[in-house]
């Protein structure tokens, strides 16, 4: 996470898939696409392609 927070791109990613697998941490779909969404931006592609992901499953799920 403090690499993460940091802004190392890859640990964005990484930090954002265990949010959205639920591993180490609890499963949050919200927190999960803020941190895929800032490596998107830095052009991270499979962040990019999860953030499409996770956007249609929670507009699926009404998640806001």
Do not use: F
Not at 20 to 41: F, H, M, N
């Amino acid at each position: 996470r403090k690499a993460a927070e940091q802004g190392w791109t890859n640990a964005e990613y990484n930090l954002g898939r265990m949010y959205s697998l639920g591993r180490g941490v609890q499963r949050d779909d919200t927190e999960a696409l803020k941190w895929l969404t800032r490596a998107a931006q830095k052009g991270h592609l499979k962040a990019k392609k999860k953030v499409q992901d996770l956007q249609h499953s929670m507009k699926k799920q009404n998640i806001p």
